[in-house]
């Protein structure tokens, strides 16, 4: 036996908790009423009901509620196969892994809090198809497409800045590496979402752009940072600031109007994220929900059978016995003085 809901299972404690409230409260009134009326003069006064009714009573109550209890969690038993058609996207995340992403402005790093932006994005998807890409002078895929979500999250787990030898900033590249990573057989929407600073300083974005109007190709950027900026800590080993070769300390800003220009012009969406909220619903609302979802292959899903129909309805006729239960009482009373 299974459970399609066993946090209904709670409901038996409660009911067990009223029993024994509601035990000790008749406990205590019957005490109470032996000291005002003896039981011998109240037998001979006559009860509304037999004490045998009384406990019939209180046996069909709180098993009926038991009964119904057990049904909220959704007894199951036995299975059958039934074929289920998966449908889905296909998705490429472009990290940017440049060393602009060790800012603090977003605690404790953007890196990091893109990672875990993609793990709550991820933990929405449903059938959508997820590679990666971690870009900084070059893009290198890391996974491709999988419907593996735990692998997918993996890799997003090990990425740092400097992953990707080549240095600097090359949006170009992430970009055309996610296009050339996607399956062209695919009738689903395909969509890169890009997650970056935004400061580009190598490629041609228009010559991109372009190649991915033609292929249908939308961009989802999310925008890492704040337009005032932040210094960019050197590694753990080292102390100091980032500094460029005439020994300058680097401050990286974010660059929106980049991000938006490669957004508005593929058909796509921008998402400033903040250190409190990556955008991960905004995206999925606004951007990944309306999408084109092609028909993946087919898979024989176990289907378990539902089983708390008769437990429910057990439980309700107990309840129904129970307010019944001193008409017969009340019969016998009359029988006995006819």
């Known amino acids: 036996m299974s459970f399609g809901y066993p946090y209904g299972l709670w409901s038996l404690l409660l009911v067990l908790v009223i029993g024994i409230l509601d035990l000790g409260l008749r406990t205590r009134r019957r005490k109470k009423l032996d000291r005002l009326i003896p039981l011998s003069l109240r037998k001979k006064m006559g009860q509304s009901t037999s004490p045998g009714a009384n406990k019939l009573r209180v046996l069909f109550f709180y098993t009926g509620l038991l009964l119904i209890g057990f049904s909220l969690s959704r007894p199951q038993w036995g299975f059958s196969w039934r074929e289920a058609q998966r449908e889905g996207l296909d998705l490429m995340v472009a990290v940017d892994t440049s060393n602009s992403m060790l800012a603090d402005d977003f605690k404790p790093t953007r890196m990091q809090r893109a990672q875990w932006g993609i793990e709550e994005l991820v933990s929405e998807l449903k059938g959508d198809r997820t590679g990666l890409i971690a870009f900084a002078g070059e893009g290198v895929l890391q996974c491709p497409l999988t419907l593996d979500y735990g692998a997918f999250l993996m890799n997003v787990q090990d990425l740092f800045p400097g992953i990707v030898p080549t240095g600097g900033t090359n949006i170009e590249a992430a970009l055309q590496k996610a296009l050339d990573s996607f399956d062209e057989a695919s009738e689903a929407d395909r969509v890169i979402l890009l997650i970056t600073d935004g400061e580009s300083h190598q490629g041609d974005l228009d010559s991109i752009i372009k190649k991915l109007r033609e292929a249908k190709v939308r961009v989802f950027a999310v925008g890492m940072g704040t337009p005032e900026g932040s210094l960019i800590p050197l590694d753990e080993r080292a102390s100091g600031f980032l500094k460029n070769r005439d ?61 708390y129909q008769f437990f429910l309805g057990a439980g309700l006729l107990l309840l129904f016995f129970e307010a019944m239960a001193p008409i017969p009482a009340k019969w016998a009373q009359r029988r006995a003085k006819g």
């Open 247 to 307: 020994q300058e300390v680097v401050k990286s800003t974010l660059d929106e109007a980049t991000l938006k220009r490669i957004a508005s012009q593929t058909n796509g969406l921008y998402v400033r994220a903040n250190p409190r909220d990556f955008g991960a619903g905004e995206l999925i609302r606004e951007g990944l929900k309306p999408l084109k979802r092609a028909q993946l292959e087919s898979e024989r899903v176990k289907e378990m059978q539902e089983r």
